[in-house]
Structures are given as structure tokens and as C-alpha cells.
Nanobody, 124 residues
Framework: QVQLVESGGGLVQPGGSLRLSCAAS????????IGWFRQAPGKEREFVAK????????SYADSVKGRFTISRDNAKNTVYLQMNNLKLEDTAVYYC?????????????????WGQGTQVTVSS
């Protein structure tokens, strides 16, 4: 069974850090570009970051650039999103997604597989 499972979300104060994980089962992440997206209440799902299939290139939304880092460990079949200096507006459900293209699309509708999401709440 093909599955992506996110973990690492939680409640954190502004300025704090979290590291999200996206673990794959039933398939090998080596052959997929991975994207992280988020959705806040009442808002559309938005792009956060993506990493090329081989890990050689990454892209970030302007809102998280310099604060978030996406990385992958293909040996562990896992992708990470390190989130530093978290802000109130980062509060959302975070999803990882896998796409069979090399670069990975920005459009969430083009991804093949999705995880169930993990809640990140930034609050004082």
C-alpha cells in the first residue's frame, strides 16, 4: 500500500522551531520529487517547499525562504522540513506530496500521492 505519513507537528511559540518528517511506505522516494504544502483554516492549500528527485535542487515560497529548509534522506525513505523562526502565520496543516517528475511541480493538483497532514500551531 502506497502511503506518505507526516509527523513532527505540534504547538510552538513564535520564534521556535519544528522539524516535520514525511515517511514513505509501499514505494521508494528515490523516484519522486517531494513537495510540502500547507493549508490554514479558510484558505487554499499553498506551496511551501519542494525538492528535486535527486535532492540537487530546492525551491521555497517567499514567505518561508530563509526560515525553512527541505531535505531528503533517500536511504531512510524520508523527507524533512526544518522550520525555524516560526511565525503566527505559519499555523496550518502541513502536507507532503510525491510526484514522479524530476523537478516536482508547484501546483498541488499535479502531485501523485499525499499524506494525511500534520498540524502546526504557532501561538504565544
Amino acid at each position: 500500500q502506497v502511503q506518505l505519513v507526516e509527523s513532527g507537528g505540534g504547538l510552538v511559540q513564535p520564534g521556535g522551531s519544528l522539524r516535520l518528517s514525511c515517511a514513505a511506505s509501499g514505494f521508494t522516494l528515490d523516484y519522486y520529487a517531494i513537495g510540502w504544502f500547507r493549508q490554514a483554516p479558510g484558505k487554499e492549500r499553498e506551496f511551501v517547499a519542494k525538492i528535486r528527485r535527486d535532492g540537487g535542487s530546492t525551491s521555497y515560497a517567499d514567505s518561508v525562504k530563509g526560515r525553512f529548509t527541505i531535505s531528503r534522506d533517500n536511504a531512510k525513505n524520508t523527507v524533512y522540513l526544518q522550520m525555524n523562526n516560526l511565525k503566527l502565520e505559519d499555523t496550518a496543516v502541513y502536507y507532503c506530496a510525491a510526484d514522479s517528475s524530476f523537478w516536482g511541480p508547484l501546483n498541488p493538483n499535479e502531485y501523485d500521492y499525499w499524506g494525511q497532514g500534520t498540524q502546526v500551531t504557532v501561538s504565544s
